[in-house]
């Protein structure tokens, strides 16, 4: 079966670095996406992964190994507003491209 | 540059209604996805449309059908509700069915009573 694990909730400090994981089982892997989410709120686009490595955008980064089934989200130099929930969605293609989601990652930022 | 709009915002109902819910993709985009999302979990697929047709569905019973107009445009309809329907709907599209990222309205969260 199809199955994306990330921790469930964690905290940092504003201004410090956090690292989420995320580690799937799927067939016909076809990217990798992050996704921010506020409470309440729609998801918002953060980063995509395909190939192997790391791709930097701003404060976020987003690292991809395909062997090892893993991938994090890199958050530099935090801020308040980063206090969100991180949601990590791997693309199948046997399944037309359908994106399947893990349950997301609740991060809280302290001052 | 228009995003993704969804209507209504927030809607009460009470279990055995009736619910349409109605999603306007991005500018430019042709396939449009309906999610569902309980609180504290990640989305579940409900299906996809393209080309006015269905092409792909989540595990969700018959109550849940669609719609995809010529303008692209979606609807979701969802009859006899449940209380368990309560939750944040959301529609997301993209370009062309696969190989583009998706991009999410603001949902529409259900209440049913």
């Known amino acids: 079966g199809q199955n994306i694990d990330q921790p469930t909730e964690m905290t940092a400090t504003e201004g410090a670095i956090v690292q989420i994981n995320c580690t799937y089982q799927?067939?016909?892997?076809?990217?990798l996406f992050w996704y921010q989410q506020h409470a309440g709120e729609a998801p918002t686009f953060l980063s995509y992964?395909?190939l192997d490595g790391l791709e930097e955008k701003g404060r976020f980064s987003s690292f991809l190994s395909r062997s090892k089934g893993y991938s994090y989200l890199l958050l530099k130099e935090l801020q308040m507003k980063d206090s969100a929930s991180y949601l990590c969605?791997?693309?199948?293609?046997?399944?037309?491209?359908?994106?399947?989601w893990g349950a997301g990652t609740k991060l809280i930022i302290k001052p | 540059d228009a995003g993704v709009t969804q209507s209504p915002t927030h809607l009460i109902k009470t279990r055995g209604q009736q619910v349409t819910l109605r999603c306007s993709p991005k500018s430019g985009h042709d396939t449009v996805s309906w999610y569902q999302q309980a609180l504290g979990q990640g989305p579940q697929f409900i299906f996809q449309?393209?080309?006015?047709?269905?092409?792909q569905r989540g595990n969700f019973p018959d109550r849940f059908s669609g719609h995809q107009f010529p303008n692209y445009s979606s609807e979701l309809n969802v009859n006899a509700l449940l209380l368990g329907d309560s939750a944040l709907y959301l529609c997301a599209s993209s370009l062309v069915l696969g190989g583009e990222t998706q991009y999410f309205g603001p949902g529409t969260r259900l209440l049913v009573l």
């Open positions: 449309y393209y080309e006015e047709e269905e092409r």
């Open positions: 969605a791997v693309r199948v293609k046997d399944s037309n491209y359908q994106l399947i």
């Open positions: 992964n395909v």
């Open positions: 799927t067939s016909g892997f076809n990217g």
